[in-house]
């Protein structure tokens, strides 16, 4: 990756207006404006950098394909790194999330951190030092189908979260299974995701009751798994990956959206929101 590409992708924060006037700071946007996440045939996800983190990605699975770039974050007694690596899965669940991606917006890049083992387990320390790297390489979405119950956490998650928001890196991140607190899906500038049980692989709703703002299929769905396989199973972990591939699909035709933008696509798309425009087409 281009390091001087990600450094100009990254905008300026800014404080105040101070030494400057409304025209030192003109927005270029797109001249359409952004209906649904589901408009146009040929939203494809095409020129979107998506990075997985979660257990790693299987390259090559036939419902997974290419993928981009791949490394984990590794615990030894100098501390905690972030290493290029082999596109490998420790134990099949972050290959199942990539697999829905790729099926929702298949021309996206498609990148990989591990942050958990063979358990399915990790801790917060790897999960903050991917998500921190992830940001950091500038990816346009991060699916985070993972999530931490650790109080201790919270505010640097939240900074974390926070960040990406400002540089325009979209975290969707997954709801617990479980009604009990965990982070950082709590969070108002991530994108939360809970699962409908709806048969329509399509189908994502609004929830006018969060925290969990959309629902999308994750209730006896298939998916890949390790070897080339598939399995089938059930969890808010992977209806996460379908709205991140809505998101990654939006993208690639309004590539100037904000990350409140882009939630309001989706809310306009949203099966069970009805708006004029809906009616009129």
Same mark, same amino acid.
């Given at each position: 990756?281009?390091?001087?590409?990600?450094?100009?992708?990254?905008? /300026?924060?800014?404080w105040? #207006?101070?030494g =400057?006037?409304?025209?030192?700071?003109? *927005? %270029?946007? @797109? $001249?359409?404006?952004? &209906?649904?996440?589901?408009?146009?045939?040929?939203?494809?996800?095409?020129?979107?950098?998506?990075?997985?983190?979660?257990?790693?990605? /299987?390259?090559?699975?036939? #419902?997974?394909? =290419?993928?981009?770039?791949?490394?984990? *974050? %590794?615990? @030894? $007694?100098?501390?905690? &790194?972030?290493?290029?690596?082999?596109?490998?899965?420790?134990?099949?669940?972050g290959?199942?999330?990539?697999?829905?991606?790729?099926?929702?917006?298949?021309?996206?890049?498609?990148?990989?951190?591990?942050?958990?083992?063979?358990?399915?387990?990790?801790?917060?320390?790897?999960?903050?030092?991917?998500?921190?790297?992830?940001?950091?390489?500038g990816?346009?979405?991060?699916?985070?189908?993972?999530?931490?119950?650790?109080?201790?956490?919270v505010?640097?998650?939240?900074a974390?979260?926070?960040?990406?928001?400002?540089?325009?890196?979209v975290?969707?991140?997954?709801?617990?299974?479980?009604?009990?607190?965990?982070?950082?899906?709590?969070?108002?500038?991530?994108?939360?995701?809970?699962?409908?049980?709806?048969?329509?692989?399509?189908?994502?709703?609004?929830?006018?009751?969060?925290?969990?703002e959309?629902?999308?299929?994750?209730?006896?769905?298939?998916?890949?798994?390790?070897?080339?396989?598939?399995?089938?199973?059930?969890?808010?972990?992977?209806?996460?990956?379908?709205?991140?591939?809505?998101?990654?699909?939006?993208?690639?035709?309004?590539?100037?959206?904000?990350s409140?933008?882009?939630?309001n696509?989706?809310?306009?798309?949203?099966?069970?929101?009805?708006?004029?425009?809906?009616?009129?087409?």
């Amino acid at each position: 990756m281009d390091m001087a590409q990600t450094a100009q992708r990254r905008p /300026e924060l800014v404080w105040s #207006l101070r030494g =400057r006037r409304p025209e030192d700071i003109g *927005v %270029t946007a @797109d $001249e359409e404006r952004p &209906g649904s996440a589901r408009e146009g045939e040929d939203a494809r996800g095409r020129g979107v950098r998506v990075c997985v983190v979660d257990s790693g990605v /299987e390259a090559g699975h036939p #419902l997974v394909g =290419r993928v981009d770039g791949a490394w984990a *974050v %590794t615990k @030894d $007694e100098h501390g905690i &790194g972030v290493t290029e690596t082999e596109a490998t899965d420790s134990c099949g669940h972050g290959t199942a999330c990539a697999g829905i991606i790729r099926r929702t917006a298949p021309e996206c890049e498609l990148y990989s951190v591990q942050v958990l083992g063979r358990t399915f387990g990790g801790t917060g320390e790897v999960l903050l030092a991917g998500l921190r790297w992830a940001i950091h390489e500038g990816f346009d979405v991060i699916n985070l189908s993972l999530s931490t119950t650790r109080a201790r956490f919270v505010e640097e998650l939240r900074a974390l979260a926070d960040e990406a928001y400002f540089r325009r890196t979209v975290i969707v991140a997954s709801a617990h299974n479980s009604t009990v607190e965990s982070f950082p899906w709590r969070f108002a500038s991530v994108i939360s995701v809970g699962s409908h049980a709806e048969d329509d692989p399509d189908l994502h709703l609004y929830n006018p009751s969060p925290p969990v703002e959309f629902f999308a299929p994750g209730q006896n769905v298939q998916v890949a798994w390790l070897g080339g396989t598939t399995i089938r199973t059930t969890g808010n972990s992977f209806a996460t990956p379908y709205i991140t591939g809505l998101c990654a699909r939006v993208l690639s035709r309004h590539r100037r959206l904000t990350s409140f933008q882009l939630k309001n696509a989706l809310y306009l798309s949203a099966a069970n929101v009805h708006t004029g425009m809906r009616g009129a087409s």
